[in-house]
């Protein structure tokens, strides 16, 4: 099965930092296959045939082994994303007009009652729910409006990674060509 690993706070503000071509590295010599680093936020697109939540905890504890990091390790299959990609509005970008972003949810966490938790701002933000993930955007214009912005640093944010919409469309693209 195809999966992609979301790291959570790897190389953000020269905090938690692991090289891309060292943590695909660690991806391999656990015996993964076809591995595939996008960027240097912590994705990395693989073939393995355990189930997410053994992934998670495998390579959460590996990272925490190799690396002295205690980072969340979110996994999707490519049918997660698929589904995901089928919710995101085509014309949603994230660009000098618009800011969307995915927050993917670590496991357990249901997107309808995270949906409640969060204000969405009528005129202001727009948001959608997907397994697993709310779809988040906003006008450039209203970034500093956006609720969006009040979440960072709560119990919420801390169980999510975020992606950009365009990041997001791109390991969708590597995951199906794997």
Not at 34 to 54: A, L, M, P, Q, R
Not at 67 to 95: G, M, Q
Not at 98 to 113: I, R
């Amino acid at each position: 099965m195809v999966y992609v690993a979301l790291l959570r706070g790897i190389n953000v503000g020269g905090k938690n930092k692991i090289g891309m071509k060292y943590l695909k590295e660690t991806f391999l010599r656990l015996g993964l296959e076809s591995v595939v680093t996008y960027i240097n936020s912590g994705n990395v697109v693989f073939v393995d045939h355990h189930t997410k939540d053994v992934l998670e905890k495998k390579l959460r504890q590996e990272i925490y082994l190799e690396y002295d990091l205690d980072i969340p390790v979110l996994i999707r299959s490519r049918n997660d994303f698929e589904s995901l990609i089928k919710t995101l509005p085509e014309d949603w970008k994230n660009d000098d007009t618009m800011k969307c972003d995915v927050l993917f949810l670590e496991s357990g966490l249901d997107e309808v009652a995270v949906m409640e938790k969060l204000t969405v701002k009528p005129g202001i933000d727009t948001a959608l729910q997907a397994t697993g993930a709310i779809i988040w955007s906003v006008e450039r214009k209203n970034v500093t409006r956006s609720s969006l912005t009040k979440i960072v640093g709560t119990d919420l944010y801390k169980k999510m990674t975020v992606r950009n919409v365009n990041t997001t469309r791109k390991l969708y693209e590597i995951m199906k060509s794997i």
